[in-house]
């Protein structure tokens, strides 16, 4: 039977396992996928060893989505973009590194929360690795604007003119969060904020009539940026839709069969 696994450190809280089984068993896929903790220091050699015991492929985790960059013999072209992997196949012609976090979040606002990107303008909180890794995707939507704001400015320009130059020129903005103008139909949380239930300083203005907000964070209870949003009328999204989204991308990578993610999120959820 073929092999995957997730690597991660820590590792078991992942909920990558229950979600590829359940995609195995809906799609008729004979396949194994396990937790891997892999020492923080000891990436590579776990990669190593998975693939000498016939390992696939595997998803990439905390806190190693940057060493598998340069684990990866070849890099996606949104892999390169994103700066991080989250997703390795292990192929006759080596290591392939992939990243379908972008992928998942686009599909989880443009079919399971039924918002086309195309035309619309978007607000991006945030300018690390998680909002870096969805970029190139949203802007594949064709945004009507991008803005990205972000606490320390100067890493929101960096990220617009490493994205202006692959094809977000005149889409993309950089501002800090107390300079937002105008208002937005898509706003996403990609900061570290809501792990420590802080709020990015942003005005109430910035959710336009009827706009989605999507907080990458997700648990019990809604985090404190989508109460906020909430409040001043947005609908709301956590990131749990695009958890099962980007697994789903990975699945389809590795075994060309797309699963059905919907009854995936609402057994998740109920578990939450
Ligand atoms: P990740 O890989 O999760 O994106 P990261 O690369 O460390 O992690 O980036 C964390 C992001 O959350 C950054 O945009 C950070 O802002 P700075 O670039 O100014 O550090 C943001 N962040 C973290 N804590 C925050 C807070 N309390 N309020 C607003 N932004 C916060």
Redesign the pocket.
């Known amino acids: 039977m073929d092999r995957y696994c997730v690597f991660g450190n820590p590792i078991a809280h992942s909920k990558s396992p229950e979600i590829h089984a359940a995609y195995a068993a809906q799609t008729g896929q004979a396949l194994t996928y396990e937790r891997r903790l892999a020492p923080v220091d000891g990436f590579a050699d776990a990669v190593r060893g998975f693939i000498a015991e016939g390992g696939k492929g595997a998803n990439v985790t905390v806190p190693f989505k940057l060493e598998a960059v340069k684990v990866a013999q070849a890099l996606t072209i949104r892999a390169r973009a994103a700066g991080a992997v989250n997703t390795l196949v292990f192929s006759e012609d080596g290591i392939i590194g992939d990243n379908t976090d972008g992928a998942g979040l686009v599909a989880d606002i443009v079919n399971n929360a039924g918002v086309a990107i195309a035309g619309k303008r978007v607000l991006l909180l945030?300018?690390?690795?998680?909002?870096r890794g969805v970029v190139l995707p949203i802007l594949e939507h064709r945004p009507a604007r991008l803005v990205i704001a972000?606490?320390?400015v100067s890493?929101a320009e960096e990220l617009v003119a490493q994205f202006s130059a692959l094809g977000g020129e005149g889409v993309v903005s950089a501002c800090g969060f107390g300079d937002i103008e105008g208002e937005y139909d898509i706003v996403i949380n990609?900061?570290?904020?809501s792990l420590?239930a802080?709020l990015?300083p942003i005005a109430p203005t910035v959710f336009a009539p009827g706009a989605l907000a999507l907080d990458m964070m997700y648990g019990p209870s809604p985090t404190v940026f989508l109460q906020f949003a909430g409040q001043h009328g947005a609908r709301l999204r956590d990131g749990l839709g695009m958890l099962v989204e980007q697994a789903a991308e990975a699945f389809k990578l590795w075994r060309g069969v797309q699963p059905a993610t919907a009854e995936v999120l609402q057994s998740l959820r109920a578990k939450l």
């Not at 945030?126 to 909002?131: D, H, M, S």
């Not at 990609?190 to 904020?193: F, K, N, S």
């Open positions: 945030g300018a690390g690795g998680a909002v972000n606490r320390t890493k990609g900061t570290a904020a420590n802080e990015p």
